[in-house]
T-cell receptor, first 114, second 106 residues
Framework: EPEVTQTPSHQVTQMGQEVILRCVPI?????FYWYRQILGQKVEFLVS????????KSEIFDDQFSVERPDGSNFTLKIRSTKLEDSAMYFC????????????FGDGTRLSIL | KNEVEQSPQNLTAQEGEFITINCSYS?????LHWLQQHPGGGIVSLFM???GKKKHGRLIATINIQEKHSSLHITASHPRDSAVYIC????????FGTGTRLQVFP
């Protein structure tokens, strides 16, 4: 069964550095999402992306964050000038283009900011 | 603002027991998801439903739109069912509950 893959599985970065989290969505999916889960807390929506543009973003997704689909397969989340509070599990998800379809999640990238 | 409440927060069961996890939400939605989060952190989508009932193996999900309530049932529970079960509602974006941690002991 096709899967959403995320790399790396764990990223350790110094505070203030930039980090790029990578995702390869399922190939025929056209809707892409990033979510964040701080340790011990619930999953939170960050951003949705469709047709090469952001379709919705949360209040968390400020100017520090950006998303990009640099080619036909990758979907990236960039965090500029990371802060300690950016430490979390980041999940990518994708869904089919037809109507309201279930989202398929990757296994997540654990980001640790030191 | 849509709030998603799950109960119970923690649940322990003996193998073979029937499990019910509940989810309530506060405003109208287009769909509700049940997700399973493994101890390693990965998330698997179990069900997406907007009305009625769905069944997959030993898992059953129901939703009552009028009462803004959904339940996830696990029949003949097994230790491998141990995970966090998360309810998420589609209100434009997905809004997640805090999850129910289930432990099934042999």
């Amino acid at each position: 069964e096709p899967e959403v893959t995320q790399t790396p599985s764990h990223q350790v970065t110094q505070m203030g550095q930039e980090v790029i989290l990578r995702c390869v969505p399922i190939s025929n999916h056209l809707y892409f999402y990033w979510y964040r889960q701080i340790l011990g807390q619930k999953v939170e929506f960050l951003v949705s992306f469709y047709n090469n543009e952001i379709s919705e973003k949360s209040e968390i997704f400020d100017d520090q964050f950006s998303v990009e689909r640099p080619d036909g397969s990758n979907f990236t989340l960039k965090i500029r000038s990371t802060k300690l509070e950016d430490s979390a599990m980041y999940f990518c998800a994708s869904s089919e283009p037809r109507g309201s379809r279930p989202q398929h999640f990757g296994d997540g990238t654990r980001l640790s900011i030191l | 603002k849509n709030e998603v409440e799950q109960s119970p927060q923690n649940l322990t069961a003996q193998e073979g027991e029937f499990i019910t996890i509940n989810c309530s939400y506060s405003v109208g939605i287009s769909a509700l998801h049940w997700l399973q989060q493994h101890p390693g952190g990965g998330i698997v989508s179990l069900f997406m439903l907007s009305s009625g009932k769905k069944k997959h193996g030993r898992l059953i999900a129901t939703i009552n739109i009028q009462e803004k309530h959904s339940s996830l049932h696990i029949t003949a529970s097994h230790p491998r069912d141990s995970a966090v079960y998360i309810c998420a509602v589609r209100y434009g974006k997905l809004i997640f509950g805090t999850g129910t941690r289930l432990q099934v002991f042999p």
